[in-house]
């Protein structure tokens, strides 16, 4: 009597109610949809206003980019869709030392006469080209990968040849100054636009020179000034 007892309490005790299974299953199915969601395998993908997606289908190995924001679909499985960043970013110049891909240290430069001068800050605004998001992927790899290398690799080298072709007096007026600021600009897009990616504006401050380059300088831009009137 006593082990039938038992028995019986025991099978009551791990009985399940009817819809303890169906619950459960379910529960997985929705963790597994949601996993998917999150991971971009569910075949939708949502893109801010801020974003570029590259639908790649691995089957025929078609590259789609879409620009326009919003819920997007595509087939599980055989395609993945890559969301990169498409607003405008900082690149920085200023510093002692190198922080990271965005922010490295200042720049100086070797003066066609031997000076030098330096650049306390530069900051470069630049993003990648919406319609080039397909190369971008390609070249430098999914998410944020594109910001890690080619602005850095070129910026400095860049930047240096151009104002480095005028001595510390003559990168004193304000023309010169602008031209050697605005071939930056041209030169460093005709690089980028192989890897996807735009300078879309160089703002430079006033260069720093020592005490006697300085004074000649100044001495330079007044004697300019004076001409001028």
Known sequence: WRDWSSDVCSS???QLHPLAVPGLLLALILGVFLFLVLTGRAGIVD???TEVAVIV????GEEEVITTP???FFMPWL???YVMDKSPNEFQMTGDRNIDYN???ELSVRASDGS???FNEISLQYQLIPSEAARVLQD???GEAFKRNWVRAFARSVLRDEFGRYSSEDIADPSNYTTATNQSKQRLNAYLKDHGIEILQIITPKPSFDVKVENRSEEHTSELQSRQY
């Open 12 to 14: 009551d005790l791990f």
């Open 47 to 49: 893109i801010s206003d």
């Open 57 to 60: 289908n691995y089957l025929t």
């Open 70 to 72: 919003g819920v997007s």
């Open 79 to 81: 395609s993945e869709a």
């Open 103 to 105: 922010h490295v240290r």
């Open 116 to 118: 030098s001068f330096k």
């Open 140 to 142: 430098s790899g999914p």
